[in-house]
């Protein structure tokens, strides 16, 4: 079910509807009676092919809405303005909507939005607060441009992004907004390294698995940091600072930055192994006598995560900094790409290690992912196929197993 607040992004809703039909779900849109001065019934009802109603008035030999909140696999409300916010808060049952949700024993899902002042006013957040204390996942907003000149806090997140978080909390990912007063660091995407103002070296990678990371580190209230190297044009993680590198070295540069306060660090960047030895200033000219372009001359990149781990071994960290690795890995006549992942892990020094089996354009720009977590503790744990961010929910629950276990390991 589609819940629709009457908030000028309820236009949103439209592409929401879309997505969730486009993969195969049957929607049922409930929106406000404020909704409908935005967007009228007929569309909503086009969109998802179900009819469109918001008082629990009509069709009440069916009782709508029990029928509604007990047969929904999950409830989805964009946008949820500051007002409807307060009377799901306040228990009230004054419309279709809001009595819908508390008949609903699914997930909900609220995605916010509204004015920065009014997101941050203590009211509003005391309601988001009781919500999310009943198990309700209320989504952090956006950051970016708000009606009129405003910009700020509030915006209400792209409709794709909002279709894979409910997907997400209908697969199980934790939501709970426990990870407040930690920063952690994400890298993202792949590293160029030129050749000439023209020219790189390049990967594949898209970033989505990193910007995905940023999302759900985000929503579980964590201050997020994502060093990006050349990614798809993918919308920002709501909640997260963007800094932005190409070369592997301003990668390293940017994570050595950041890392230094940080307390979890997830390296999801595909950082090039080598790079040109000499940059020419102009384009090599293809043909030109002082010019072989068959020929390229390469040095190696410093190894970033080793790096990271090596600074917290000498202190340079906090030794309770929990370091995330990445292995994109293919197998071959001797090893499986897992067996190459561990022997990576053993090297690195960190403590968790997701790995890829990359063989035959799987990962790279797919919007799933799979794979296994290495760590210290145990056998590898086989993270079956799903979204990037279903998957980065996996990560993020593996670093909650992570620093349970160092702190059983104190008390022992």
């Known amino acids: 079910m589609v819940g629709v607040g009457g908030g000028i992004a309820a236009y949103k809703a439209c592409h929401l509807v879309r997505n969730f039909t486009e993969h195969g779900d049957n929607v049922r849109v409930v929106p406000t009676e404020s909704a409908l001065r935005f967007v009228g019934a007929a569309t909503f009802e086009a969109l998802s092919g179900n009819p469109v109603s918001t008082t629990v008035f009509d069709a009440v030999d069916e009782v709508r809405h029990v029928q509604v909140g007990q047969q929904a696999d999950a409830v989805v409300i964009a946008p949820a303005t500051a007002d409807l916010i307060a009377r799901l808060a306040a228990g009230r049952a004054d419309d279709l909507l809001t009595a819908t949700v ?27 607060a ?13 950051h970016g441009r708000l009606t009129g000149k405003d910009t700020g806090p509030g915006r209400l997140l792209e409709p794709e992004q909002i279709a894979q978080f409910a997907r997400a909390a209908m697969a199980g990912a934790n939501f709970t907004h426990d990870w407040q ?32 990371l940023a999302e759900m580190a985000a929503q579980r209230g964590a201050q997020v940091t994502v060093v990006a190297g050349a990614v798809d044009a993918l919308p920002t993680p709501a909640g997260a600072q963007i800094v932005r590198v190409s070369s592997t070295r301003e990668l390293q540069e940017a994570m050595e930055a950041e890392a230094g306060d940080a307390d979890v660090i997830i390296m999801a960047a595909a950082v090039a192994d080598y790079r040109p030895a000499n940059v020419a200033q102009s384009k090599l000219k293809k043909g030109a006598a002082d010019t072989d ?87 590898p744990q086989e993270v079956p196929s799903g979204s990037k961010l279903l998957v980065a929910a996996h990560i993020l629950s593996a670093i909650d197993r992570e620093i349970a276990q160092r702190r059983a390991d104190k008390t022992d």
């Open 102 to 128: 508390l008949v609903a024993t699914c997930p909900v899902i609220v995605a916010p939005a509204m004015h920065t002042e009014m997101w941050l006013n203590p009211a509003t957040q005391a309601n988001v």
């Open 293 to 379: 372009l068959s020929v390229l001359h390469l040095v190696e990149n410093p190894d970033i995560l080793r790096g990271l781990t090596q600074r917290r071994a000498e202190g340079a960290l906090a030794a309770a900094t929990v370091i995330v690795g990445f292995a994109a890995e293919t197998g071959d006549e001797s090893h499986s790409a897992l067996a190459h992942a561990q022997v990576k892990f053993a090297r690195k020094g960190v403590d968790l290690l997701m790995a890829n089996d990359v063989s035959g354009g799987q990962v790279f720009g797919k919007e799933d992912n799979a794979g296994w977590i290495l760590s210290a503790h145990g056998t």
């Open 181 to 212: 007063g930690r920063k952690v660091v994400v890298s993202a995407g792949g590293t160029q390294e030129a050749i000439d103002p023209v020219r790189f070296i390049g990967n594949r990678s898209s970033g989505r698995q990193g910007f995905a």
């Open 130 to 142: 009781t919500l999310r204390s009943r198990g309700i996942v209320v989504l952090e907003p956006a």
